[in-house]
Every structure is written in C-alpha cells, then in structure tokens.
C-alpha cells in the first residue's frame, strides 16, 4: 500500500481476486504486517486503477497521514476469514506450534514451521532433542487437525530417515 494524490487516497495491490473485498462500506483491518495486531478501518471511496485499487478510508484526510501507512497490509478481519474457510482449509501459519502425534497417540513433535513451495506444503517437525523432519502436508500422511494437535500417518521407514 502506498499513498495516491493529495487527499488521503492509498493504491493497493490486490492479493485477492474477490473485488468485493474493496467495495465502498468495506471495513478491513489495516496492519504492519500480516502476523501483527491491526486497526479496523472502512472504504469511504474505492476504484480500480489498471492492476491496482485506489481507496480512501475514513479517518486519512491527507498524503502524509497515507504516507505513514505505506507497506501496510489491508487484511480481511479474522472472524470474517474463519467463518469463509471450508472444514478442509487450514491457515498453514497457524499450524505452527501444533503438536504433531501418530495414530496410536504418540508425539512426534512440534510443527516448527509450514514451508511453502510448488508441490504440497511440507511440515517441519522438530522433536525435544532437537532432530527435525519434514512430512508433506497432504490427506495421505494427515488423519485430522484441531487446534492444537495433528494426527498424522507417516509412510513406512519416516521415522528412520
């Protein structure tokens, strides 16, 4: 996000493909950064611009009160985005931490980060004495996940790599 004019608009880069999300009346939460605590803020005036949208949100007047939120993150509120995800759908950030147990209920560790990349999301699984694994995130090797904990199904000879 980045400060447009004089009169307090922004242009952001959508992320989204759900126009809907920048439509005038919209509140979104106007953050640092995507993990940090943000201010909820509404669309007085919203209009695309080639790739781009141009808004206005109530309570920035000005370039320079814009200026100071450039490289902020426009995000939808977290309520919003829980109750829009189907019961398959997982926020790969919020796994993190997740304990990670077998089928029999034994631990296996502690998810100590999800890693992104183009084939499944791999999960890294570090153990008390500090040995870490990787288990790709997909419906063969994950039985269920809540809260807090994962059940997984590790192929035969995971343990052992």
Same mark, same amino acid.
């Given at each position: 996000m980045k400060a447009h004019g004089l009169k307090g608009e922004v242009q952001v880069e959508p992320m989204t493909e759900h126009d809907e999300r920048f439509a005038i009346g919209r509140t979104l939460v106007l953050a640092p950064d995507v993990g940090a605590e943000g201010v909820p803020? $509404?669309?007085? @005036? $919203? #209009? +695309? !611009?080639?790739? +781009?949208? %141009? %808004?206005?949100?109530? #309570?920035? /007047? /000005? +370039? @320079? !009160?814009?200026?100071q939120r450039a490289g902020y993150y426009l995000l939808v509120p977290h309520d919003e985005v829980l109750s829009a995800r189907a019961d398959d759908e997982f926020f790969l950030h919020a796994l993190e931490g997740c304990e990670v147990r077998d089928d029999t209920g034994r631990s296996l560790g502690n998810v100590i980060s999800v890693i992104e990349s183009k084939g499944p999301a791999l999960l890294e699984i570090g153990e008390p004495g500090g040995r870490r694994r990787f288990l790709p995130f997909v419906k063969e090797f994950v039985r269920r996940v809540d809260a807090t904990t994962i059940v997984v199904s590790p192929p035969e000879g995971w343990e052992e790599l």
């Open positions: 803020v $509404s669309i007085e @005036t $919203s #209009r +695309r !611009h080639k790739r +781009r949208w %141009l %808004l206005k949100f109530e #309570r920035i /007047d /000005d +370039r @320079t !009160h814009a200026e």
